[in-house]
């Protein structure tokens, strides 16, 4: 008898469904996060063989830069991937959630169907015409529950599928974590064991103390540079003039404000400000002068490029820099390291915590201040890099 009591309730959930059933949580990632953890870890395992290839190439540093920048694209698609992963789960979980009472009363049905002895099934207090109508109506319902059944059976699947995912490339991130560590471990050993290197002058370490504690500006710095150089070598190098508007960005990233663009204070700079991956690489976009690097009034450390005589490229927000004042550094050296997530010198900076990434649903959380100089003056960077103006 519970099966007739049930059966208005079966012939509305049969013409719900009919027409479509429920609206379906929208996939909150545009990709398939199975797909794109597929190919982030492809590109870890070539990042990987080619740090083991790099202790026997010819030029280490530039070898070893490549495959740090190998680490931070194969590591962004990682994060890409456990976000999408991670996001879908939720769409997936909400979803089913939403339709907790509905998935009871199914399944509540389905048991009571599963339980009913034929012979009962068969039987109505209304004779044999009230069995032929029931008849008919477990008839046209029953094709309707099973679909049901199956398209939740199914996305608890996919549930169970994206949660392993998820852990299968937290473990895959973390692995190509340690590697890319060891990557640039290796690559701030290869810089320091350099003796290649060409100088152009020698720093006087007491004119360069006396130049920074007396500047009131990046202004006033660049143009007592001059100052802090012993013994210079004459000339210039060959330029970069041929290559305006071409050089490339010194890490990858994206621009958050350009030139004359003011910050959330209100501040406007001369220069562009990119948002980077934590512990991202920054080279030179060109052969160039290192004229100075460190710390620099409220800029952070800084590195001052000299590619050409009376250019000036100013890279600040570092955490680490490289190389030493006069050495000639050769186009695509790097100069310097982005900070962590972490503070700067501890254990973790390397680390990306799931629940920032979701809540920014962003993987840039550093930035890198440019700013081109030309005979003293600031001019747009957008004039000399490849900065996708159009976007």
Not at 77 to 84: E, H, S, T
Not at 178 to 184: D, N, T
Not at 237 to 263: C, F, S, Y
Not at 361 to 380: F, G, H, K, M, S
């Amino acid at each position: 008898m519970m099966r007739m009591a049930a059966a208005p309730f079966l012939c509305a959930m049969a013409l719900l469904w009919a027409a479509g059933g429920p609206a379906q949580a929208q996939d909150a990632a545009p990709n398939d996060p199975a797909a794109a953890a597929r190919i982030a870890a492809e590109m870890l395992g070539e990042a990987t063989h080619a740090l083991d290839e790099a202790d026997g190439a010819a030029s280490r540093v530039k070898a070893l830069t490549q495959t740090v920048r190998a680490f931070e694209a194969g590591l962004r698609a990682m994060r890409v991937g456990l976000r999408g992963a991670a996001i879908q789960e939720q769409a997936v979980a909400g979803d089913l959630a939403s339709r907790e009472e509905e998935i009871a009363q199914l399944l509540g049905v389905l048991s009571s169907i599963g339980a009913t002895p034929g012979p009962v099934t068969l039987l109505h207090p209304a004779g044999p015409v009230g069995t032929a109508r029931s008849g008919m109506i477990l008839a046209d319902v029953t094709p309707a529950l099973n679909a049901r059944a199956a398209q939740l059976r199914a996305r608890l699947e996919e549930l169970s599928a994206l949660r392993a995912l998820q852990q299968s490339a937290a473990d895959t991130l973390a692995e190509g974590l340690a590697s890319a560590q060891a990557a640039r471990a290796a690559l701030s050993q290869a810089i320091a064991d350099r003796t290649d290197l060409p100088r152009r002058f020698t720093e006087d370490p007491v004119k360069t103390a006396l130049l920074i504690a007396s500047a009131e500006s990046l202004d006033g710095f660049a143009s007592g540079l001059s100052q802090i150089a012993v013994d210079e070598t004459p000339g210039s190098l060959p330029g970069i003039e041929d290559r305006k508007g071409q050089l490339p960005l010194p890490v990858q990233g994206r621009i958050l404000r350009r030139a004359g663009e003011a910050d959330a204070a209100g501040i406007t700079r001369p220069g562009i400000v990119m948002a980077a991956p934590p512990r991202a690489v920054v080279t030179t976009p060109a052969a160039a002068t290192l004229r100075y690097h460190g710390p620099l009034l409220d800029y952070g450390n800084v590195a001052i490029l000299e590619p050409q005589a009376g250019i000036l490229l100013v890279f600040a927000g570092m955490d680490v820099v490289y190389g030493q004042i006069g050495q000639v550094l050769p186009g695509g050296s790097p100069v310097g390291l982005m900070a962590g997530v972490g503070r700067s010198g501890t254990d973790n900076d390397d680390e990306i915590v799931p629940s920032e990434l979701l809540e920014a649903a962003t993987e840039w959380t550093q930035t890198l201040y440019i700013e081109v100089r030309q005979d003293n003056t600031a001019v747009d960077p957008a004039l000399w890099f490849k900065t996708d103006k159009d976007e």
